[in-house]
């Protein structure tokens, strides 16, 4: 289970019935003999191709510079000179903190603003609400490259270029993380809303105690959406820094990589460096992972 | 209303508003920061539109989708369906074929980088891929005219394949069994059976991830920003639509009017594109219950 990144998501509780439909699948989809072994051989090669870039990297960021031009394929020998040097010639150290200042902003705004919304328009009367609600919608078309001219103009005119929440201004709403909450608040019971208006609860109340914890697992979703693309996020934080110390992970190795083309092996070590918060945190949540990915294909 | 408010004003302010100023600026010659505009009328749209610079980005765009979305989703559904049979250990496979999800655009054109590089990068000093592909080394795929858009779209392949995986295996994983074994003991073959099951019920799956694909495929910058800066010059071979806005060695960087109408006219070209795959695909997928 920790290693499939991909199980279902919904019937996670119903372990009779995943049970049978696993023995069922054996019956019906179990390779005996050289079936079998071919099947392995194929995802084995597969995964080797796949794997081959990272492998690459990996077995670069590990060898000292004079050896580094040869046999690139064969590891060794090792060193962890390099990787400490792009820790501190690169300025990765201090990348990976405004990373991950800028992420969590950008995180904590997305879930706060969204579950906010997403209430608004679920269980709230107001005029307007349709304009609003068509409006919302429409911010979904416009592509970011769209926006990010006069968003330059917009946050530089504000003194915040070069900061953190120049970074993250532009990020803290989404209209995806409105509609998928709206979505899931839809789905209460009407009752429940009712119940705790009589019992004197109000809005704020009801959407701490009630409704947040019901809906924790989207929640969970959203956040590592939120968390995953500002981390990822390349273009804004290259077009609004211009100072070396405010860069971003993403921005930063972009800068490492423009001054040390002929130094590779540094470059990989940097890469190494960037992605592997990263990888552990998928790990961590790929349950979130693929809950918020397919939260986006459900009914188009 | 209150509870409205901070979604509608950075939603207001960072999308809506200035979609709508780009769309004004777009019609204007300004400075780089946006300002000494002087307004050209909406004719500039079409002259942007008819420029040979804006041409060629909107080609190379095209290619590149034309060559990474197919590619993305022929390998996706591939993988996808590799890993869902039962076998012991299959969850290992299925880590490995997620495991790019993990890699943003900066690693993963980095680690492409160092791949392609003619002279330092990994493959060039591999004697035997050397001597089997002499182009990798002299002139080199990414600065060939000839090779380096396909290898950008191969790295961009790469990068989603892992997005890809996840959500046709989610999607695969919906598709009841019951079925295929009706359709077996029916005399349907894998074929048939693929065609006539599978793909069917993949529909909205798909749909999406060909939406997604093709989005993302005329967003390219990352990509190219690091792995051939726009050229082999001067043909200017991985211009994309994005480049051409925001790329540093752009002809109109310096003009921030023009910049805006690109863009506008980047989110038009994408408007379109989505509601003809909506409604020429959409009209036949189908949704279940």
Redesign the interface.
Known sequence: MATDLATRTSTDDDAPALMREASRRRSFDEATGWRRVGRYTLLAVVSFIVLFPIYTTIVAAFKPSDQFFERPLVPGPYTFEVIKEAWTTGNLDRYLLNSLVVATIVTVCQVVSAVLAAYAFAFLKFPGRNVFFVLFLATLLVPLEATLVVNFDTVDGLGWANSYVGLAVPFLATAFGVFLMRQVFMSFPRDLRDAARIDGVGHLGFLWYIAVPLVRPTLGALALFGFLGSWNQYLWPNLIVNQADMNTVQSGLRVLSRSNLDAPNLVMAGTVIAAVPVAIALLLFQRQLVRGLTAGAVKG | ?A??A??????G???????G??VW?GQQRCDN??NNCQSQGFGQYLDIFRSTEFQNALLVTFKFALISVPLGLLLGVG?AM??D???RG???????????????????S??????L?PS????A??SWFNSLFPSVKDPGWLQDPGTALTAVALSSV?AG?G?T???V???L??VP?DL??AA?VDGAGNVRRFWSITVPMLG??L???LI?LT?RA??T??EV??LTGGGPQPQDSTTTI?YF??GQNSPISND?GL??GA??L??LV??VL?ALQ?RGI?RR?H?GN
């Open positions: 209303m509870m409205l901070p979604s509608a004003i950075i939603l302010v960072f999308v809506l508003y200035p979609l100023r780009a600026l920061f946006g993988l590799l890993a049979k039962y076998l299959v969850g290992v496979f299925r880590a490995v074929f997620s495991s790019t999800v993990a890699t943003s655009v900066a690693v993963a980095l680690m492409w980088l160092y791949l590089q330092i990068g990994a493959l000093n591999v790469w394949l997005f995986f996840i959500l295996t989610a999607g994983q919906s069994r295929y074994e077996a909205p799956t749909l999406f991830v997604v989005t005329f967003q910058y990352g920003d690091l994005t806005v925001y921030a910049q805006a863009a506008v980047l989110f994408l408007l989505s909506l959409g997928v949704y």
